[in-house]
Structure formats: C-alpha cells, structure tokens
C-alpha cells in the first residue's frame, strides 16, 4: 500500500515557464512533508518541506503548497532552469514515528528544455 | 559542518557473493541512520533504520542484514546476493528528535550482481 504517491512519472516544462509537481498522501497521520531533488548517481538533497500547520512555504524560486483536506501537496518551480531538470521525490513524517522515518513517493522525473 | 561518505561508489558482484557496504557520519553525535535502496526507475525503499548503537530496525524482509557496530557507522550486508538486490543503495542520516524531519543522504553505491 503506498502511504505516498506520485502519478506523474515525468514532467516536461520549457525553461522560464512554471512547473508543477504534485503528490498525495494516503494517512492521516502525516503532518510534516518534505521535497527531495536527486540527479542521476547521487543521493537526494533536501529542498524544502512544510509543516501541516501551514499551507505554503516559499524559497527563492520554490514553493510548496499543502491542501490537507485533499491530502495533497505540490511543488512550484518558478521560472523553471535547465539546472532543474532532476527526479523529484516527496516524503512524508509523523510525529508518531519513531526514528523520524520518511515515507517516500515515487518521483517525478522533470525535465527543463531550454 | 557534517559529512557522510559511502563506500565503495560502485560494485559488481555475482550471484550468490556475499555483499559489505559501509556507511559513516562525521561531525554529528548519535545520529538517526538509515538505509534506502532506489531500483532501476523506481522511488526510495528503506530497507533498515537505527537510532543507537546495536539497534536495527527492518522495514523490508529479505536477504540483507544491517548492523551498527560505532555510533557513526552504519553496514549493510548479504550472506548471498540475489539478481534483484541490484540497484542503488543509499544511507542518510537525521538528528535524533529533530522536528524537522529532515535526512541527509550520502552519494551512494551502485551494486549490480551479475
């Protein structure tokens, strides 16, 4: 059963224009959300997360958006760069987890054509 | 500032060899440890989690083992590798208790058993 999921398996956006990816969430339980990038042969890097006491949290070119009654949460890129072209994973916790475990989604491939 | 190395970068291995990847963190104390693994086009499986020394936590049942024998180092290993234990093998870290959630991953192993 995935708690996480990502639909979209790839994304293609024109460089300078806005993308968008998006997951949910199955449990209920899950009140912090995290963004991961991840290039090819590396290890994910954190990107941004928020909390569900909060439904937008916003850097620079990043914004992550958090619709709790649909169990939802997107990320905006905006303007997208070619430097962006990654697998997205989002992640999700609970307080009622021990060893702050994450919950991963399968990724979104996003590629940001110049 | 912390660091977490793994070791080795990639390895080809056959059927039925056994497996030792290893996994330390500087610059942190008691650190959460985990291992993930990322099949070919899929998302991020954890596979193992500890929160001390000597305490493993199994997520998925097969043939791998993990063990914490330093505060800083955590190993996986196999008695005998399968062809499906292919793929990319991650480690990560968190502060014990930190609210944020956040893991930081390593640059990860690229096992293909052959």
């Known amino acids: 059963d995935q708690q996480v999921k990502q639909n979209s398996p790839s994304l293609s956006v024109q460089e300078g224009r806005i993308s968008i990816l998006n997951c949910d969430y199955t449990?209920?339980?899950?009140?912090?959300f995290l963004w991961y990038k991840k290039y090819p042969a590396e290890g994910p890097t954190f990107l941004i997360s928020?909390?569900?006491?909060?439904d937008k949290n916003e850097d620079g070119r990043f914004t992550v958006f958090l619709n709790k009654s649909a169990k939802h949460l997107s990320l905006h890129i905006v303007p997208s760069q070619p430097g962006d072209s990654a697998v997205y994973f989002c992640a999700a916790s609970g307080i009622y987890n021990a060893g702050n475990m994450l919950t991963f989604g399968g990724g979104t491939r996003l590629m940001v054509k110049p | 500032s912390q660091t977490i190395h793994q070791w080795p970068a990639t390895l080809v291995q056959p059927v039925g060899s056994p497996l030792s990847l290893e996994c330390t963190v500087e610059g942190t104390s008691n650190p959460n440890l985990y291992w993930y693994r990322q099949a070919a086009g899929r998302g991020l499986q954890l596979l193992f989690y500890s929160v001390g020394i000597g305490q493993i936590s199994s997520e998925v049942p097969q043939n791998l083992s993990a063990s914490r024998p330093q505060d800083r180092q955590f190993i996986l290993s196999s008695k005998k590798l399968l062809l499906s234990d292919s793929g990319f093998y991650l480690c990560?870290?968190?502060?014990?208790?930190?609210?944020?959630?956040?893991?930081?991953f390593g640059p990860g192993t690229r096992l293909t058993v052959t």
């Open positions: 449990n209920s339980m899950f009140d912090y």
């Open positions: 928020i909390s569900s006491i909060k």
């Open positions: 990560a870290w968190s502060v014990r208790g930190d609210t944020s959630y956040e893991q930081y």
